[in-house]
C-alpha cells in the first residue's frame, strides 16, 4: 500500500515538473508563431535558435523586484498568485494514467469544482491591489469566466449522457479516431471558443487588455508575483487543450498522440491571438449568454433524445 502511494506521488511530481517545462517551451513557440506571422526572427540569441529564452526569461522575472504596496492587502496580495499555480496544476490530477495514478470516478465533477474555483484568485487579486486598473480587470475577468464555464458544463453534460459517465478514461474511449470531432462537431467548436475565454486568451482577453487597462488584474505585479501568473495562464491553455483532445479527437486511451494533438490544440491558441482582434465587451457577454448558452442548451436535448 505504501509503495503504492510512493508511486502515485512520484508520478504526478514528474507530471508537475514536466508541465511546467512544457510551459516554458509553449511560450517560446508563442514567439516564434507570433514572429513569423508578424514577418520577424522572435527570440532566436539564447541558445540554439533561441531554445534557451523561456529559461533566461523566467530567471530574469524571478530576480526582478517584488513592488510593496502601502495601501493594499499584503497576505492575499502575495498568496493569490500561488494559489492561481496551485489549481492551474490541481486540474492535471483527472490526467487518465494508465497505471500508477488516481482513478478518480467523478472526474468530471472534480474539473468543474477546481475550474469554478480559478475564478476567486483573479477576483482576490484585483481586489487586494487596490488599483482601480486591477479591480477593473478581475471584475471583467471574473463576469466572463463564469458566463462562459455555463456553456462550457451543458457541453460536458451533452458528453456525460451520451456516454453514461463521469470518469475521463471512459469519455475517451473511442475506438475510431476524429470520430467524436464529427459527432459533437458544434459542441467542440463551442468548446474551443468558451476554452479561449475561460483562459483569458485573445480575442477575449479583457482581464489584461493592456490599450485600456495598462495590464489588468496583475497591473501591480512584478517579479515572482508575475511570473506565477503567466505560468498559472499557461498551464491552463495546456489543460483545455489537452481536454479538447481527450473529449472530441477520439482516442481508445492515452498515448503519444494525444500530447502531440494537444500541442496542435494549443498551436490554435496562439494562431487565433496572431490573427484576430479583440473583442468589444458587451459583444463578449452577448456571445456567451445570447448565442453559446442556447446552442449548447438546445444541443443537450437534442443529445438527451439519442440516448
Do not use: H
Amino acid at each position: 500500500m505504501v509503495l503504492e502511494y510512493l508511486i502515485i506521488i512520484t508520478n504526478y511530481f514528474i507530471m508537475f515538473i514536466l508541465i511546467l517545462i512544457s510551459v516554458a517551451f509553449v511560450t517560446l513557440l508563442e514567439q516564434k508563431v507570433v514572429g513569423s506571422m508578424q514577418i520577424r526572427l522572435g527570440p532566436n540569441k539564447t541558445g540554439f535558435w533561441g531554445m534557451l529564452q523561456p529559461f533566461a526569461d523566467a530567471m530574469k522575472l524571478f530576480f526582478k523586484e517584488n513592488i510593496n504596496l502601502s495601501m493594499s492587502n499584503m497576505a492575499i496580495y502575495y498568496m493569490m498568485p500561488i494559489m492561481s499555480l496551485m489549481l492551474s496544476l490541481t486540474l492535471w490530477v483527472v490526467f487518465p494514467f494508465v497505471e500508477g495514478g488516481v482513478d478518480l470516478y467523478l472526474g468530471v465533477l472534480f474539473f468543474m469544482c477546481v475550474s469554478s474555483m480559478s475564478v476567486y484568485p483573479i477576483m482576490l487579486m484585483g481586489w487586494s491591489s487596490n488599483c482601480k486598473y486591477s479591480m477593473m480587470g478581475s471584475i471583467r475577468a471574473m463576469a466572463q469566466m463564469i458566463s462562459y464555464e455555463v456553456s462550457l458544463m451543458m457541453i460536458i453534460l451533452s458528453l456525460i449522457y451520451m456516454k453514461t459517465s463521469l470518469n475521463f478514461k471512459e469519455l475517451m474511449g473511442w475506438t475510431v479516431m476524429f470520430l467524436p470531432l464529427l459527432i459533437y462537431f458544434p459542441l467542440a467548436m463551442i468548446w474551443l471558443a468558451s476554452s479561449l475565454a475561460e483562459t483569458n486568451r485573445t480575442p477575449y482577453d479583457f482581464s489584461e487588455s493592456g490599450s485600456e487597462l495598462v495590464s489588468g488584474f496583475n497591473t501591480e505585479y512584478s517579479g515572482g508575483g508575475f511570473t506565477l501568473i503567466f505560468i498559472a495562464e499557461y498551464s491552463s491553455i495546456l489543460f483545455m487543450s489537452f481536454l479538447f483532445s481527450i473529449l472530441f479527437l477520439g482516442f481508445e486511451s492515452m498515448n503519444i498522440l494525444v500530447l502531440f494533438n494537444t500541442m496542435i490544440v494549443s498551436f490554435l491558441f496562439i494562431w487565433i491571438r496572431s490573427t484576430m482582434p479583440r473583442f468589444r465587451y458587451d459583444k463578449l457577454m452577448g456571445l456567451a449568454w445570447k448565442s453559446f448558452l442556447p446552442i449548447s442548451l438546445l444541443l443537450f436535448l437534442y443529445y438527451l433524445s439519442m440516448c
